[in-house]
């Protein structure tokens, strides 16, 4: 603790409360958040490296998954090596500046994926309902466009959200109950008033889930349209194909993450919500570049030629 002067925080450091209080299940879940982050940082890193060095794989719709990927594989490393060490340390520290760091770099990622996914709606929005114009309307600068604004939504949300942060003072509790520097947990600490923080919180979060959402929502409807006009059954399949692995990322992605913040609307249920996060921020990462590269032909084509490559190496 030190004396409050100007706008200085009276706490120094927090304490993370950590996923649970039981002693005996510390070590079994230090091993298995452990491998889900060894998983998480194959897959999308192997995906990440396989996207840009396969000539195939350059187009608009991997371009986007790229940079869903690097948001993914960064987005983890935010907070789960902390995480990994609250599992086997009895002081689960972190510095106050430690934290709002965290804060920012997680809401960075956060909104930047939901606009990322967005982006990655319209681009099948184009390939499905614009065939012909794809290579025009989805042209590089356009691709560069659309994840340049993704990442400046990101940065000014999560700007907005720490700034507010940062006028808070914490004054003696500095136990936050969640593994990670979330805004409700760290609200519930403040000594003074939390209400311009509420009304950011309402208004950024309320934009970032509805602009995403109705965006998606409405190149899907056009696309259900589109593939219902197709009057082969194989061409359905196929238009259907190049959109289906989406589809299931957008599902997990906001599916999880609301029900993670409607778990978190009362105080009562600050546990369930602590732990129904764990598939939000740590499950998804993982299950992305599985989803892409499982369902994806191209993905495997392009794994297989690789493998092929390494294995002819190897002989001669």
């Not at 409050?4 to 706490?11: A, D, F, K, Y």
Request: proline residues 3%.
């Amino acid at each position: 603790m030190r004396k409050l002067t100007g706008n200085e925080s009276l706490v120094t450091e927090f304490l993370l409360a950590g996923l649970t209080g039981h002693p005996e299940l510390q070590l079994p879940l230090f091993y298995l958040f452990l491998m889900i982050y060894i998983v998480t940082l194959v897959g999308n890193l192997g995906l990440v490296t396989l996207i840009a060095l396969n000539s195939l794989l350059h187009s608009p719709m991997y371009y986007f998954l790229f940079n869903l990927s690097s948001i993914d594989l960064c987005y983890s490393s935010v907070f789960t090596p902390k995480m990994l060490m609250n599992f086997v340390s009895k002081k689960n520290g972190i510095s106050y500046a430690g934290c709002m760091m965290q804060l920012f770099f997680f809401l960075f990622f956060v909104i930047s994926e939901c606009y990322m996914l967005t982006a990655m709606a319209y681009d099948r929005y184009v390939a499905i309902c614009n065939p012909l114009l794809y290579k025009v309307t989805m042209s590089q600068q356009a691709c560069s466009g659309l994840s340049l604004a993704a990442y400046a939504v990101g940065f000014a949300g999560a700007s907005a959200h720490t700034s507010c942060m940062l006028r808070l003072h914490f004054c003696r509790a500095n136990v936050i109950n969640h593994y990670l520097c979330d805004i409700l947990p760290l609200l519930q600490l403040s000594c003074t008033s939390t209400y311009i923080n509420e009304v950011v919180v309402l208004i950024v979060v309320g934009v970032n889930i509805t602009v995403p959402s109705v965006t998606i929502l409405i190149s899907y409807i056009f696309i259900i349209m589109s593939i219902l006009h197709i009057k082969s059954k194989q061409g359905r399949s196929k238009a259907f194909s190049t959109c289906s692995s989406h589809i299931i990322a957008i599902s997990l992605f906001f599916g999880s993450g609301a029900f993670m913040y409607l778990k978190y609307s009362s105080l009562g249920s600050t546990e369930q919500g602590k732990i129904s996060s764990v598939f939000y921020t740590n499950v998804v990462p993982m299950l992305n570049p599985l989803i892409y590269g499982l369902r994806n032909k191209d993905v495997k084509v392009a794994l297989k030629n690789v493998v092929v490559k390494i294995h002819s190496r190897d002989i001669f």
